[in-house]
Each structure stands twice: as C-alpha cells, then as structure tokens.
C-alpha cells in the first residue's frame, strides 16, 4: 500500500522557520518526482518546489531563496526547508510522489498546515 505522509506544520512567526518532511512508502522512491504544492484558503493549489530522482531542483520564482528541497534516499523521505516566512506562506502544504517509470502514476498526501502569524 502506497502511503505519502506530510509532516512538520505549525504556527510560526514572521521571518521563521520550518522543514516539512515528506515520507513516501510503498513505491520505488529512487524514481519518483517529488514536488511540494501548497494550497491557501480561497487559492488555487500552487506549485513550491520539485526534485527529481537525480536530485534536480525547480522552484517557484518566489520560493527562491527563501525555500529549499532536498531528499534521503535512505528514508525515502524529502524535505522543505522554509526559512524567511511570510503570512503569504500560510497554506496546507501537499506533497505529491509522481513515478517516473511505467505506470505513471501519482500518489498524494494529506497535507500539513503552516500558518505564519505574530
């Protein structure tokens, strides 16, 4: 059974930081995409960051900087290091394991809270 578990929300002030972590189970994490999508109130879900089996990054133009993913192949586990946090940032924080050989197939979790308030 495939499980994508988010982790690492919470209430934190302005300028803050957080790591979520994302532990995925029950698929070859060696060749699954991982991006983080975050989700506010009234929002559409917008894209934060991807890496790539080898290890490749994107973000969000205005993630850059601010935002860093890395991933433990050892844990089967990625993380979203959020540093300089701004209200803005407030959203639920989605992780989705894409597998990038046949079948392509994606898995999501069920999100964790970040709320960024004084």
């Known amino acids: 059974q495939v499980q994508v578990v988010e982790s690492g929300g919470g209430l934190v002030q302005p300028g803050g930081s957080l790591r979520l972590s994302c532990a995925a189970s029950?698929?070859?994490?060696?060749?699954?995409?991982i991006t983080w999508y975050r989700q506010a109130p009234g929002q559409r879900r917008e894209l934060v960051a991807t890496?790539?089996?080898?290890?490749?990054?994107t973000y969000t133009d205005s993630m850059k900087g601010r935002f860093t993913i890395s991933r433990d192949g050892a844990r089967n586990t990625v993380y979203l290091q959020m540093n300089g946090l701004e209200p803005e940032d407030t959203a639920e924080y989605y992780c989705?394991?894409?597998?990038?050989?046949?079948?392509?197939?994606?898995?999501w979790g069920q999100g964790t809270q970040v709320t960024v308030s004084s």
């Open positions: 989705n394991a894409h597998t990038m050989i046949p079948p392509f197939t994606d898995y």
């Open positions: 890496i790539t089996p080898d290890g490749t990054t």
């Open positions: 029950g698929i070859i994490f060696s060749v699954a995409r």
